[in-house]
């Protein structure tokens, strides 16, 4: 029997609702949506001798699309973040190697209130790893500190946590990296 099987139910809903609880904005979105569609659909049921009938479709439509939004995006995301709070509680510290770096740049350009151009660039600093832990498996990460990504070298060892009943998931454990560098825990990201 795996470790998550035999997880009892308050600390598999402990990590499910920190999961949905990362997820609280997006689904805050659509409580309009289902108040004006609610609002419709009552305006169309008690309309006289069936003129409410569009209403009513119209309203469930208006209910329906963020709810299929939801059904389409949120089951996986919230998958990732119940693993990655299982990965955290009950995964093995091991370590992977890094084997690449990369960085992404977005630049666009928006006008600001004097309505002159005014150009962003957004820099992504990934870095890919490896690591052998029931079969080879790889991951990557980004990270937010340009000179936290500068000190990193393909090839140094990378610690991880690995979650052991799904070998595929691991997360690098920043802040035991950051303190190898000499950087304190706010600048590990």
């Not at 001798?49 to 569009?54: I, L």
């Not at 955290?88 to 151009?117: C, P």
């Amino acid at each position: 029997m795996t470790k998550e099987k035999s997880l009892s139910l308050s600390t598999k809903l402990k990590f499910l609702f920190a999961a949905i609880g990362k997820h609280l904005g997006v689904i805050s979105v659509g409580i309009p949506f289902y108040i004006v569609g609610g609002f419709i659909i009552y305006i169309g049921v008690t309309e006289q001798y069936g003129a409410g009938v569009g209403a009513v479709i119209f309203g469930a439509i208006f209910i329906l699309i963020p709810l299929g939004m939801y059904a389409f995006s949120l089951p996986s995301s919230i998958r990732y973040y119940y693993e990655k709070e299982l990965t955290k509680e009950f995964g093995k510290h091991l370590f992977g190697t890094i084997t690449n770096k990369r960085i992404e740049s977005n630049t666009y350009v928006h006008r600001d209130e004097y309505d002159r151009e005014v150009e962003h660039q957004e820099a992504f600093y990934f870095v890919e790893y490896s690591y052998q832990f029931q079969g080879s498996h790889e991951g990557e990460f980004i990270l937010d500190n340009k000179d936290f990504y500068d000190k990193l070298q393909v090839g140094d060892d990378l610690p991880i946590q690995v979650l052991t009943v799904k070998p595929s998931v691991a997360e690098p454990r920043l802040i035991k990296l950051g303190k190898r560098y000499g950087l304190k825990p706010a600048e590990s990201y």
